[in-house]
Each structure stands twice: as structure tokens, then as C-alpha cells.
């Protein structure tokens, strides 16, 4: 019974290194891969539009109904000390710091990963990429890495979005809806947010967070069972993967942003 058991964790662990080794060794080639389309522009483009383009809408909308709640919720509990006057400042730094790019993130790996990962997952199914190699066309080049550039390219122009756009509802509900001074309002946050220490962390959260999602979402693709069932099954794992993965790397940089 023990050995049983060794033997199956033995297994598990070997399996999990061999994939990990696998990962590794096709994340350097899909870097390597995208340094060469500076020579094809139209690739990174086309996939730019489908995957920033299409996922703007939830992401806008999110951020709108996320600053209605920050505003909200942080008039409430400044209200109580008296300092009303700093909801600007409060809504703005949540969204740069913490909320724009993880929230974004998980809205992007809802939408953009999983259907990156079903696109390249029946591409496989339907036998288009060994098609692609016996063209000899290397599907890295042709497939994978246009969508992980404009995936990378993508999420820091959504988190941005979703951070104004959230801050713009944070100003309706606090200033048009509950009364707080619009200068002290703007002002405060102006004066409390800054560029290189707020705005570009918040930028850099999110670049790599579109680094981290793009890539598990066209790894699991790649790798997916040939079957209905094993691309249903890849989707559900990138989604899993990536949130899990967004949240550990947040908690991991803002420890070393912000110390």
C-alpha cells in the first residue's frame, strides 16, 4: 500500500516536471518566434483586433459598474472619518494599483484566453496544424506567435481602459450622485496618484499578467486532446490556470512594488 502510494506520487511529480519542462522549453521558442514579425505586421494586427477589440466591450462595462461600487462603498466608509474629500484619491488608487489590471486580467482570461485556446485546440482537432507542417509552414511562427504578441500588446491597453473608465464612474456616483466637490474630487487625485510609482506598476502588473494568460491560453490549446472533450476540458483549464496564476503573481509583485 505505501509503495503504491510512492509510486503514484512519483508519477505525478515526474508527470508535472516533464510538462513543466515542456512549457519552458515552448515559451523560449515562442519568445524566439516573435522577434521575427516585426517582418509580417499584419498577423499581429489581425489578432490584435479579435482579441483587444472584442474583449473592450466587457471590460469597459465591467469597469464602469466596478467604479459605481468603489465610489459607493468608499464615500461610505470615508464618510465616517470626515474625509469625503478623498474619494478621488481612494477610487484611483485602487483601480491603477490593484483592481484595474487584476480584474481585467480575469475578464481577459474569460474571454480572450478561452477562446484562444478553442480555436487552436480544434485547429488541432481538425488536423490544420499538421497540415502547416506538411506545408512546411511551422504553425510556432504562423500561429502561435501572433496571438501571443497581440495578446501581450493587448491586456495593458484593456487594463487601462477598464482603470478610467472605472474612475469616470467613481466620479459619477460620487460626484453627480451623492455631492462630493468635483475639485476636491479630481485635485486629490492628482495630487495622491503618481506616475512611476502607482500608474507604472499598475502597467507593468499588467503586462505581465497578459505574458502569464496569453501563454497558458495557447499552451493549453496546443497541448489539448484532439477530441470534442479535450478541448472543452483545455478551456476549463485555462481559465482555472490563468486566474489562479493572476492572483498568485498580484499578491507576489505587489509585495515587491509596494514594500
Given at each position: 500500500m505505501i509503495l503504491d502510494s510512492i509510486s503514484s506520487l512519483g508519477r505525478i511529480l515526474r508527470e508535472y516536471v516533464g510538462n513543466l519542462g515542456y512549457a519552458t522549453r515552448l515559451f523560449v521558442a515562442t519568445l524566439g518566434a516573435s522577434l521575427k514579425l516585426w517582418r509580417r505586421p499584419g498577423l499581429v494586427v489581425s489578432q490584435l483586433f479579435f482579441i483587444g477589440n472584442h474583449s473592450m466591450l466587457i471590460i469597459a462595462v465591467s469597469g464602469l459598474f466596478v467604479g459605481f461600487v468603489l465610489g459607493?462603498?468608499?464615500?461610505?466608509?470615508?464618510?465616517?472619518?470626515?474625509?469625503?474629500?478623498?474619494?478621488?484619491?481612494?477610487?484611483?488608487?485602487?483601480?491603477?494599483?490593484?483592481?484595474?489590471?487584476?480584474?481585467?486580467?480575469?475578464?481577459f482570461a474569460g474571454r480572450a484566453g478561452t477562446s484562444l485556446t478553442a480555436e487552436i485546440g480544434l485547429m488541432k482537432a481538425g488536423e490544420q496544424l499538421a497540415a502547416m507542417e506538411m506545408m512546411a509552414v511551422n504553425p510556432l511562427n504562423r500561429v502561435i506567435a501572433p496571438r501571443f504578441v497581440a495578446g501581450v500588446i493587448a491586456m495593458?491597453?484593456?487594463?487601462?481602459?477598464?482603470?478610467?473608465?472605472?474612475?469616470?464612474?467613481?466620479?459619477?456616483?460620487?460626484?453627480?450622485?451623492?455631492?462630493?466637490?468635483?475639485?476636491?474630487?479630481?485635485?486629490?487625485?492628482?495630487e495622491g496618484v503618481d506616475v512611476w510609482k502607482d500608474i507604472l506598476n499598475g502597467t507593468i502588473k499588467s503586462f505581465v499578467f497578459g505574458i502569464a494568460v496569453t501563454f497558458i491560453a495557447l499552451y493549453q490549446g496546443y497541448e489539448a486532446k484532439a477530441t470534442p472533450e479535450g478541448v472543452a476540458r483545455a478551456t476549463t483549464r485555462t481559465v482555472i490556470t490563468a486566474s489562479l496564476t493572476v492572483l498568485w503573481l498580484d499578491f507576489l509583485m505587489t509585495a515587491l512594488m509596494f514594500n
Amino acid at each position: 500500500m505505501i509503495l503504491d502510494s510512492i509510486s503514484s506520487l512519483g508519477r505525478i511529480l515526474r508527470e508535472y516536471v516533464g510538462n513543466l519542462g515542456y512549457a519552458t522549453r515552448l515559451f523560449v521558442a515562442t519568445l524566439g518566434a516573435s522577434l521575427k514579425l516585426w517582418r509580417r505586421p499584419g498577423l499581429v494586427v489581425s489578432q490584435l483586433f479579435f482579441i483587444g477589440n472584442h474583449s473592450m466591450l466587457i471590460i469597459a462595462v465591467s469597469g464602469l459598474f466596478v467604479g459605481f461600487v468603489l465610489g459607493l462603498q468608499g464615500y461610505y466608509i470615508l464618510n465616517r472619518y470626515g474625509s469625503e474629500q478623498a474619494l478621488g484619491v481612494l477610487v484611483a488608487l485602487a483601480l491603477i494599483r490593484e483592481l484595474g489590471p487584476v480584474v481585467a486580467a480575469l475578464l481577459f482570461a474569460g474571454r480572450a484566453g478561452t477562446s484562444l485556446t478553442a480555436e487552436i485546440g480544434l485547429m488541432k482537432a481538425g488536423e490544420q496544424l499538421a497540415a502547416m507542417e506538411m506545408m512546411a509552414v511551422n504553425p510556432l511562427n504562423r500561429v502561435i506567435a501572433p496571438r501571443f504578441v497581440a495578446g501581450v500588446i493587448a491586456m495593458p491597453l484593456l487594463a487601462s481602459i477598464f482603470s478610467a473608465v472605472g474612475i469616470f464612474g467613481g466620479y459619477i456616483v460620487g460626484v453627480q450622485l451623492i455631492g462630493v466637490d468635483a475639485g476636491a474630487f479630481w485635485s486629490q487625485m492628482q495630487e495622491g496618484v503618481d506616475v512611476w510609482k502607482d500608474i507604472l506598476n499598475g502597467t507593468i502588473k499588467s503586462f505581465v499578467f497578459g505574458i502569464a494568460v496569453t501563454f497558458i491560453a495557447l499552451y493549453q490549446g496546443y497541448e489539448a486532446k484532439a477530441t470534442p472533450e479535450g478541448v472543452a476540458r483545455a478551456t476549463t483549464r485555462t481559465v482555472i490556470t490563468a486566474s489562479l496564476t493572476v492572483l498568485w503573481l498580484d499578491f507576489l509583485m505587489t509585495a515587491l512594488m509596494f514594500n
